[in-house]
């Protein structure tokens, strides 16, 4: 469980310059007194480079906004980048760190900085493991994204309540991601005294799924959840329509991406991650736009985990407390939203939501 990001778009043109108004708004902040020095460990070099630039841009822009220094260092995805990045947080005496986005750089680097007592604000490892062990590790570490079994968790607990009063059914393609997806859907509705029509393991990647869409037609589905990637959840809908069907499907954030030759059923539902830049404020969007960088990936999140350290240090000084104690139970306002974290340090609100496709879009469910 290596590199393990949120499930976000990669932006379409990622322009990383640092000057105009960025470079001005550091000089005003370094102009003022301000104390707070943030690292940010980021992947600057190798095959997620574009990601760890997202986390840098966004990381300086909110550290701009708020006259803070920035010490910005390369972690690799690596557990030897992560080590030297510490190593080198902690000679730079930064008040907290931000960023990191694989699990080998993170767990090589906590215990370094646990030594010295900095927080870490990481914005993209899912390993559930990384605080469920806070008891016994003591990691100063706080999750600005999902668990990894935050999807599942968000699939079962709101297909529960849409699908009450519905025949449904939870089929799977047989990985390990299908599989434990599904299943987390079908343990929750029966906790729910819900219990699907039909389950089955079918063969993906198929040109057309008339048989499996047959005998869920025979067993009286008119909602299935498919535990599977986008292109076999949109030719299960369009098999369905073929055959005089109105069943509805649903599926996890892997519709996301959309296959080029079969299109989503308006309709069809997904479980995912809100896209930043569409919950994001207006202020924060238009400093990303003078900057002429989208604000996409890890930008924003980056971004609002610098506003969440800004206000964990003046809480920390107002309350006479380490930065440590606060982060936990306090309600942080950031520019992607209100954000929590529990005692071991995850979010206490699930970021996952319900989309429905309305024929161009998904579009958060709450708002049709």
């Not at 760190?97 to 680097?109: H, K, N, Q, Y």
Request: glycine share 12%; net charge negative; with cysteine.
């Amino acid at each position: 469980m290596g590199r393990q990001f949120i499930g976000m778009r990669l932006p379409h043109a990622l322009i990383v310059s640092l000057g105009g108004l960025l470079g001005a708004l550091l000089m005003t902040g370094t102009a003022a007194a301000a104390a707070l020095n943030i690292g940010v460990a980021a992947p600057l070099s190798g095959p997620s480079t574009i990601l760890g630039r997202q986390i840098e841009y966004g990381a300086r822009l909110g550290a701009g906004t708020r006259g803070a220094e920035t010490a910005v260092v390369d972690d690799k995805c690596t557990a030897e980048g992560g080590a030297a990045a510490a190593t080198q947080f902690v000679s730079a005496k930064v008040d907290v760190v931000v960023g990191f986005l694989c699990t080998e750089a993170i767990e090589a680097a906590l215990p370094i900085l646990k030594q010295a007592g900095i927080p870490v604000i990481t914005l993209g490892v899912r390993t559930e493991g990384l605080t469920d062990r806070r008891a016994k590790t003591g990691w100063p570490v706080f999750r600005l994204g999902p668990r990894g079994d935050a999807e599942r968790d968000a699939g079962g607990t709101i297909l529960s309540k849409l699908w009450r009063d519905a025949s449904f059914a939870v089929v799977d393609d047989g990985t390990i991601y299908g599989r434990e997806l599904a299943e987390a859907v079908r343990v929750a509705t029966q906790q729910a005294a819900l219990k699907p029509v039909f389950t089955d393991t079918f063969r993906p990647e198929l040109d057309n799924q008339v048989g499996l869409v047959g005998r869920l037609r025979k067993a009286g589905a008119d909602a299935v959840f498919v535990g599977s990637d986008g292109r076999d959840v949109a030719i299960m809908a369009r098999d369905a329509a073929k055959l005089g069907s109105e069943m509805v499907f649903a599926g996890g954030e892997a519709l996301r991406e959309a296959a080029d030759d079969v299109p989503y059923a308006t309709g069809t539902l997904m479980i995912a991650m809100p896209e930043w830049a569409d919950v994001a404020d207006k202020k924060t969007l238009d400093l990303f736009s003078a900057g002429k960088v989208l604000p996409e990936g890890y930008a924003l999140p980056a971004f609002a985990a610098v506003e969440i350290a800004d206000a964990a240090q003046k809480a920390s000084e107002a309350d006479g407390k380490l930065m440590l104690a606060v982060l936990s139970g306090r309600t942080f306002p950031t520019s992607i939203g209100p954000v929590t974290f529990d005692a071991k340090g995850d979010l206490t609100q699930n970021p996952y939501r319900a989309f429905r496709f309305d024929g161009t879009r998904f579009v958060p469910l709450e708002e049709q």
